[in-house]
Protein backbone atom coordinates (compact mmCIF):
# COMPACT_ATOMS: atom_id res chain seq x y z
CA UNK A 1 0.00 0.00 0.00
CA UNK A 2 0.96 3.21 -0.51
CA UNK A 3 2.08 5.51 2.60
CA UNK A 4 -0.12 8.52 3.56
CA UNK A 5 2.03 11.51 4.07
CA UNK A 6 0.42 13.38 6.61
CA UNK A 7 1.30 16.95 8.26
CA UNK A 8 3.01 15.23 11.72
CA UNK A 9 5.12 13.82 9.30
CA UNK A 10 6.35 16.92 7.50
CA UNK A 11 6.80 19.13 10.98
CA UNK A 12 9.89 18.05 11.53
CA UNK A 13 11.54 19.40 8.18
CA UNK A 14 9.82 22.51 8.28
CA UNK A 15 11.28 23.14 12.18
CA UNK A 16 14.60 22.42 10.56
CA UNK A 17 14.31 24.42 7.68
CA UNK A 18 12.70 27.61 9.43
CA UNK A 19 16.18 28.66 11.52
CA UNK A 20 18.64 28.30 8.85
CA UNK A 21 16.49 30.20 6.18
CA UNK A 22 16.62 32.94 8.78
CA UNK A 23 20.34 32.74 8.79
CA UNK A 24 21.16 33.54 5.59
CA UNK A 25 19.82 36.74 5.22
CA UNK A 26 21.03 39.01 7.15
CA UNK A 27 19.53 42.40 7.73
CA UNK A 28 22.79 44.97 6.40
CA UNK A 29 22.06 48.47 7.13
CA UNK A 30 23.05 51.27 5.14
CA UNK A 31 25.64 53.73 5.65
CA UNK A 32 24.26 57.55 5.09
CA UNK A 33 25.50 58.99 1.89
CA UNK A 34 29.09 61.40 2.76
CA UNK A 35 27.94 64.94 1.17
CA UNK A 36 30.88 66.05 -0.93
CA UNK A 37 31.16 69.76 -1.11
CA UNK A 38 30.40 70.58 -4.88
CA UNK A 39 33.29 72.68 -6.14
CA UNK A 40 31.74 76.11 -7.98
CA UNK A 41 33.13 76.89 -11.45
CA UNK A 42 35.68 79.61 -11.07
CA UNK A 43 33.99 82.56 -12.59
CA UNK A 44 35.26 83.89 -15.61
CA UNK A 45 37.68 87.04 -15.50
CA UNK A 46 36.38 90.35 -16.13
CA UNK A 47 36.61 91.58 -19.68
CA UNK A 48 39.02 94.24 -20.37
CA UNK A 49 37.89 97.59 -21.48
CA UNK A 50 39.49 98.76 -24.38
CA UNK A 51 40.51 101.70 -24.26
CA UNK A 52 38.88 104.75 -25.89
CA UNK A 53 39.90 105.58 -29.10
CA UNK A 54 40.91 109.16 -29.79
CA UNK A 55 39.74 110.45 -33.38
CA UNK A 56 42.12 110.63 -35.71
CA UNK A 57 44.65 109.53 -32.99
CA UNK A 58 46.21 106.57 -35.55
CA UNK A 59 47.85 109.15 -37.67
CA UNK A 60 49.30 111.20 -34.84
CA UNK A 61 52.96 110.28 -35.85
CA UNK A 62 55.24 108.64 -33.36
CA UNK A 63 59.13 109.72 -32.33
CA UNK A 64 61.88 107.14 -33.48
CA UNK A 65 62.84 105.11 -30.38
CA UNK A 66 66.76 104.15 -30.08
CA UNK A 67 68.53 101.60 -27.83
CA UNK A 68 70.22 103.28 -24.93
CA UNK A 69 71.89 106.35 -25.13
CA UNK A 70 75.20 108.56 -23.24
CA UNK A 71 73.77 112.07 -22.60
CA UNK A 72 75.89 113.43 -25.30
CA UNK A 73 73.84 110.90 -27.47
CA UNK A 74 70.57 112.34 -26.61
CA UNK A 75 71.86 115.63 -26.92
CA UNK A 76 72.85 115.05 -30.22
CA UNK A 77 69.37 113.33 -31.20
CA UNK A 78 67.41 116.36 -29.74
CA UNK A 79 69.71 118.52 -32.33
CA UNK A 80 68.89 116.29 -34.68
CA UNK A 81 65.31 116.27 -34.46
CA UNK A 82 65.42 120.09 -34.34
CA UNK A 83 66.70 120.49 -37.51
CA UNK A 84 64.63 117.55 -38.93
CA UNK A 85 61.45 119.47 -37.78
CA UNK A 86 62.33 122.25 -38.70
CA UNK A 87 63.03 121.30 -42.01
CA UNK A 88 59.82 119.53 -42.31
CA UNK A 89 58.16 122.92 -41.35
CA UNK A 90 59.96 124.53 -44.24
CA UNK A 91 58.15 122.32 -46.58
CA UNK A 92 55.38 122.53 -45.26
CA UNK A 93 54.23 125.60 -43.79
CA UNK A 94 55.01 127.69 -46.60
CA UNK A 95 51.38 128.50 -46.72
CA UNK A 96 52.15 131.50 -44.42
CA UNK A 97 55.30 133.52 -45.07
CA UNK A 98 55.09 135.00 -41.72
CA UNK A 99 56.34 131.96 -40.15
CA UNK A 100 59.08 132.41 -42.34
CA UNK A 101 59.88 128.49 -41.74
CA UNK A 102 62.13 129.01 -45.18
CA UNK A 103 64.24 131.17 -44.15
CA UNK A 104 64.62 130.15 -40.33
CA UNK A 105 65.99 126.39 -41.52
CA UNK A 106 68.44 127.81 -44.17
CA UNK A 107 69.77 130.27 -41.32
CA UNK A 108 69.90 127.31 -39.01
CA UNK A 109 72.12 125.44 -40.96
CA UNK A 110 74.75 128.49 -41.29
CA UNK A 111 74.29 129.68 -37.69
CA UNK A 112 74.79 126.26 -35.97
CA UNK A 113 76.95 124.39 -38.62
CA UNK A 114 79.41 123.55 -36.49
CA UNK A 115 76.91 122.13 -34.32
CA UNK A 116 74.86 120.55 -36.61
CA UNK A 117 78.63 118.59 -37.76
CA UNK A 118 79.08 117.30 -34.41
CA UNK A 119 75.77 115.99 -34.05
CA UNK A 120 75.66 113.78 -37.09
CA UNK A 121 78.79 112.48 -35.90
CA UNK A 122 77.96 111.75 -32.65
CA UNK A 123 74.70 109.88 -34.19
CA UNK A 124 76.99 108.04 -36.10
CA UNK A 125 79.08 107.00 -33.62
CA UNK A 126 75.91 105.80 -31.70
CA UNK A 127 75.54 103.26 -34.38
CA UNK A 128 78.61 102.04 -35.18
CA UNK A 129 78.34 101.15 -31.23
CA UNK A 130 75.56 99.16 -32.25
CA UNK A 131 75.50 98.21 -35.60
CA UNK A 132 79.33 98.08 -36.53
CA UNK A 133 79.93 97.93 -40.31
CA UNK A 134 75.98 99.06 -40.76
CA UNK A 135 76.22 102.32 -39.31
CA UNK A 136 76.12 104.16 -42.37
CA UNK A 137 73.00 102.60 -43.35
CA UNK A 138 71.09 102.47 -39.54
CA UNK A 139 72.30 106.27 -40.03
CA UNK A 140 70.44 106.71 -42.83
CA UNK A 141 67.56 105.25 -41.73
CA UNK A 142 67.35 107.14 -38.55
CA UNK A 143 67.15 110.36 -40.15
CA UNK A 144 64.63 109.07 -42.86
CA UNK A 145 62.46 107.96 -39.78
CA UNK A 146 63.18 111.11 -37.82
CA UNK A 147 62.00 113.64 -41.03
CA UNK A 148 58.87 111.49 -41.69
CA UNK A 149 57.80 111.65 -38.11
CA UNK A 150 57.45 115.44 -38.08
CA UNK A 151 54.80 114.95 -41.37
CA UNK A 152 51.45 115.65 -40.23
CA UNK A 153 47.90 116.55 -41.42
CA UNK A 154 46.00 116.28 -38.38
CA UNK A 155 47.73 119.05 -36.52
CA UNK A 156 49.87 120.98 -39.27
CA UNK A 157 48.39 124.30 -38.86
CA UNK A 158 49.95 123.95 -35.24
CA UNK A 159 53.00 122.52 -35.81
CA UNK A 160 53.55 125.20 -38.60
CA UNK A 161 52.60 127.72 -35.45
CA UNK A 162 55.44 125.80 -33.49
CA UNK A 163 58.34 125.60 -35.96
CA UNK A 164 58.13 129.13 -36.60
CA UNK A 165 58.67 130.16 -33.07
CA UNK A 166 61.24 127.34 -32.61
CA UNK A 167 62.97 128.57 -35.38
CA UNK A 168 63.48 132.10 -34.05
CA UNK A 169 64.70 130.46 -30.42
CA UNK A 170 67.42 128.72 -31.84
CA UNK A 171 68.52 131.53 -33.86
CA UNK A 172 69.06 133.77 -31.65
CA UNK A 173 71.01 131.44 -29.41
CA UNK A 174 74.49 132.29 -29.36
CA UNK A 175 77.02 129.84 -31.04
CA UNK A 176 77.79 126.35 -29.25
CA UNK A 177 74.44 126.47 -27.60
CA UNK A 178 72.41 124.70 -29.55
CA UNK A 179 72.73 121.61 -27.79
CA UNK A 180 71.13 122.06 -24.20
CA UNK A 181 68.43 124.32 -25.61
CA UNK A 182 67.46 121.84 -28.27
CA UNK A 183 66.43 119.17 -25.69
CA UNK A 184 63.61 121.41 -24.73
CA UNK A 185 62.73 122.87 -28.20
CA UNK A 186 62.46 119.67 -29.82
CA UNK A 187 59.91 117.82 -27.45
CA UNK A 188 57.72 121.22 -28.08
CA UNK A 189 57.85 120.66 -31.78
CA UNK A 190 57.15 117.01 -30.81
CA UNK A 191 53.72 117.94 -28.66
CA UNK A 192 52.33 119.98 -31.57
CA UNK A 193 51.79 117.32 -33.22
CA UNK A 194 49.18 115.77 -30.60
CA UNK A 195 45.73 115.46 -32.09
CA UNK A 196 43.68 117.78 -32.14
CA UNK A 197 39.98 117.92 -32.05
CA UNK A 198 38.25 120.45 -35.11
CA UNK A 199 36.76 123.40 -34.20
CA UNK A 200 32.77 122.94 -33.74
CA UNK A 201 32.34 125.20 -37.15
CA UNK A 202 34.28 121.78 -38.86
CA UNK A 203 32.84 118.84 -36.88
CA UNK A 204 30.02 117.96 -39.20
CA UNK A 205 27.91 115.24 -37.46
CA UNK A 206 27.35 112.42 -40.17
CA UNK A 207 23.65 111.92 -40.90
CA UNK A 208 21.82 108.11 -40.34
CA UNK A 209 20.97 106.78 -43.28
CA UNK A 210 17.39 105.88 -43.56
CA UNK A 211 16.69 102.26 -44.37
CA UNK A 212 14.10 102.01 -47.12
CA UNK A 213 12.40 98.67 -47.85
CA UNK A 214 11.66 96.84 -51.93
CA UNK A 215 9.10 98.92 -53.82
CA UNK A 216 6.51 96.82 -55.32
CA UNK A 217 4.92 97.52 -58.30
CA UNK A 218 2.52 95.75 -61.09
CA UNK A 219 3.39 98.78 -63.73
CA UNK A 220 5.33 97.44 -66.49
CA UNK A 221 7.43 99.68 -68.96
CA UNK A 222 6.72 99.41 -72.24
CA UNK A 223 9.95 98.67 -74.35
CA UNK A 224 9.38 100.73 -78.15
CA UNK A 225 10.92 98.57 -80.68
Known sequence: MAATLTLAGLAPVVSVLLPATAAAAPVKKKKPAVRRPVKKAPRPAPALVAAPTIPGGFMVPKSVVLRATTPAEAEANAVWNVRAGLNVAALQ?????????????????????????????????????????????????????????????????????????????????????????????????????????????????????????????????????
Open 93 to 225: CQFSPFLRTVSYYNDLLKHHSDELARAQATMIAHFRRYDKARALASFDQYTTRTYNSYSTLDAQYRFCDVAGWVGRRVLALPKGRLGAEAIVRAAELRSSLAYQPLSPALAIEPVPLLAIGPVESDDTVAVAR
